[in-house]
């Protein structure tokens, strides 16, 4: 009875200390929303740049297959680099990286310029879901990490959102150009830096966190000091269900983050001035999502589910809402197929918050860093596939009817690859 009681206790004298680390997990939703900003701008900003630049559907394709294999490469680097030296440092440096290849694309002027610029970007951003899932396992207890990761996560959306409605504002509306809304959004971007250089730190060396909220985020047994390097990581079945589950839907994502645009602007003849509501509709859905999906199992765990259930639970549900994206494109009412989008969007979002909080429920804070790397590399390589098979597909075809079929049924294939491989979500011996 004693231990049944034991998660209400802990509860309840939570609500009583201090929440100091909701402001950590707030410098993570803001840098996640600048990563999206500066990652989604060449989606929104497709029909003007392939316009001056003579690109097709390959051409775009390629340029995203560019980002992702620099994203790859740089995923794993970055889950390895910053186990070893920190989220404070860490973040820094891949926040900077990534800055620089934003801004440089505002002065390409070849394919060839725009995928080095992409390049260097995606090195940067890669290490933004290392760092910050980092951070949560070192600010909070496993049962908040869901929520905190899926909160954060929720920038994704927010600068999903923010694109469409400041790229035509400097585009169309101050008239300055696409080129410029690269530089200007680059430079703005800056003062999260100057934020998370002067308020990160571990818990225990932030003055500002008080005894009780500090005995609360340490309230979980404590982790194994050792060091535990990807090369070895690699042998564990554990790792590959992340690293797998990553596989199969983190393509998806680059699907809708790239080509939604492009699939409103052709099926519904909007443009650069008039497909900034639908995406905000699909992206504010999608926030939703993602806060549900954390707050799901992280519900559940309170009320003394298991995490094995619990974040399996709300996957399958998922899996399952994602499905209807397929119906898109057979919708003539524009606000029909956005609500059926937002609805896959949100599904993946939420499926992604339980999926990011995994490595920490199976592995100790040392190697999570590594693990997530591991599984970015994985789901990036993937995405190269799905960008080159959504370039060829569209070229050739010029039909979503191949595409949202792989989108909606892999999701269901994801869940029984990581039950498969981790029946119970053990801990790593």
Same mark, same amino acid.
């Given at each position: 009875?004693?231990?049944? %009681?034991?998660?209400?206790?802990? @509860?309840?004298?939570?609500?009583?200390?201090?929440?100091?680390?909701?402001? #950590?997990?707030?410098?993570?939703?803001?840098?996640?929303?600048?990563?999206?900003?500066?990652?989604?701008?060449?989606?929104?900003?497709?029909?003007?740049?392939?316009?001056?630049?003579?690109?097709?559907?390959?051409?775009?394709?390629?340029?995203?297959?560019?980002?992702?294999?620099?994203?790859?490469?740089?995923?794993?680097?970055?889950?390895?680099?910053? @186990?070893?030296?920190?989220? $404070?440092?860490?973040?820094?440096?891949?926040?900077?990286?990534?800055?620089?290849?934003?801004?440089?694309?505002?002065?390409?002027? %070849?394919? +060839?310029? =725009?995928?080095?610029? $992409?390049?260097?970007?995606?090195?940067?951003?890669?290490?933004?879901?290392?760092?910050?899932?980092?951070?949560?396992?070192?600010?909070?207890? +496993?049962?908040?990490?869901?929520?905190?990761?899926?909160?954060?996560?929720?920038?994704?959306? #927010?600068?999903?959102?923010?694109?469409?409605?400041?790229?035509?504002?400097?585009?169309?509306?101050?008239?300055?150009?696409?080129?410029?809304?690269?530089?200007?959004?680059?430079?703005?971007?800056?003062?999260?830096?100057?934020?998370?250089?002067?308020?990160? $730190?571990?818990?225990?060396?932030?003055?500002?966190?008080? +005894?009780?909220?500090?005995?609360?985020?340490?309230?979980?047994?404590?982790?194994?000091?050792?060091?535990?390097?990807?090369?070895?990581?690699?042998?564990?079945?554990?790792?590959?269900?992340?690293?797998?589950?990553?596989?199969?839907?983190?393509?998806?994502?680059?699907?809708?983050?790239?080509?939604?645009?492009?699939?409103?602007?052709?099926?519904?003849?909007?443009?650069?001035?008039?497909?900034?509501?639908? &995406?905000?509709? #699909?992206?504010?859905?999608?926030?939703?999502?993602?806060?549900?999906?954390?707050?799901?199992?992280?519900?559940?765990?309170?009320?003394?589910?298991?995490?094995?259930?619990?974040?399996?639970?709300?996957?399958?549900?998922?899996?399952?809402?994602?499905?209807?994206?397929?119906?898109?494109?057979?919708?003539?009412?524009?606000? &029909?197929?956005?609500?059926?989008?937002?609805?896959?969007?949100?599904?993946?979002?939420? =499926?992604?918050?339980?999926?990011?909080? #995994?490595?920490?429920?199976?592995?100790?804070?040392?190697?999570?860093?590594?693990?997530?790397?591991?599984?970015?590399?994985?789901?990036?390589?993937?995405?190269?596939?799905?960008?080159?098979? %959504?370039?060829?597909?569209?070229?050739? %075809?010029?039909?979503?009817?191949?595409?949202?079929?792989?989108?909606?049924?892999?999701?269901?294939?994801?869940?029984?690859?990581?039950?498969?491989?981790?029946?119970?979500?053990?801990?790593?011996?």
């Amino acid at each position: 009875m004693a231990e049944s %009681t034991m998660p209400e206790i802990a @509860d309840a004298a939570a609500s009583r200390v201090g929440r100091y680390r909701w402001v #950590i997990c707030g410098l993570l939703f803001a840098a996640t929303a600048i990563n999206y900003v500066d990652r989604q701008m060449i989606g929104v900003l497709k029909a003007p740049i392939s316009h001056d630049l003579g690109w097709d559907e390959t051409d775009f394709a390629t340029v995203i297959i560019w980002f992702q294999a620099a994203y790859a490469l740089g995923y794993v680097t970055f889950g390895w680099f910053i @186990d070893r030296i920190g989220a $404070r440092i860490g973040y820094s440096v891949a926040f900077i990286i990534w800055t620089l290849g934003h801004t440089l694309c505002g002065f390409a002027g %070849t394919a +060839a310029h =725009f995928s080095a610029a $992409r390049f260097v970007l995606g090195v940067g951003e890669s290490g933004n879901f290392p760092a910050g899932i980092k951070a949560v396992s070192e600010w909070f207890p +496993a049962r908040e990490r869901a929520l905190a990761t899926g909160i954060f996560n929720a920038g994704a959306n #927010i600068g999903a959102i923010v694109t469409p409605v400041v790229v035509p504002f400097i585009v169309v509306t101050l008239g300055l150009g696409w080129r410029m809304a690269f530089i200007i959004t680059g430079a703005a971007s800056l003062v999260w830096l100057v934020a998370w250089i002067a308020i990160y $730190r571990r818990p225990r060396e932030q003055p500002r966190v008080s +005894a009780a909220e500090l005995a609360h985020i340490e309230s979980d047994p404590a982790d194994p000091v050792e060091k535990i390097g990807w090369l070895r990581l690699i042998r564990y079945r554990e790792t590959w269900a992340y690293a797998l589950g990553k596989f199969l839907i983190d393509p998806i994502w680059w699907l809708f983050l790239f080509w939604t645009p492009d699939f409103l602007a052709k099926t519904y003849h909007l443009d650069l001035k008039s497909f900034g509501p639908p &995406l905000i509709v #699909i992206y504010l859905i999608s926030d939703l999502g993602s806060v549900a999906g954390g707050w799901s199992s992280s519900t559940m765990m309170k009320r003394g589910v298991s995490a094995n259930v619990a974040r399996k639970l709300t996957m399958l549900a998922c899996a399952f809402l994602v499905m209807p994206i397929f119906f898109a494109q057979y919708v003539d009412n524009l606000w &029909l197929a956005v609500g059926i989008v937002g609805l896959a969007t949100a599904a993946h979002q939420a =499926f992604s918050a339980n999926l990011y909080t #995994i490595p920490s429920d199976m592995f100790p804070r040392g190697a999570v860093g590594s693990v997530v790397g591991i599984g970015g590399t994985v789901g990036a390589v993937g995405g190269m596939g799905m960008a080159w098979f %959504t370039g060829y597909i569209l070229q050739t %075809t010029g039909s979503y009817t191949l595409i949202f079929a792989v989108a909606g049924s892999v999701y269901l294939v994801a869940v029984g690859v990581v039950h498969l491989l981790s029946p119970r979500l053990a801990r790593v011996k």
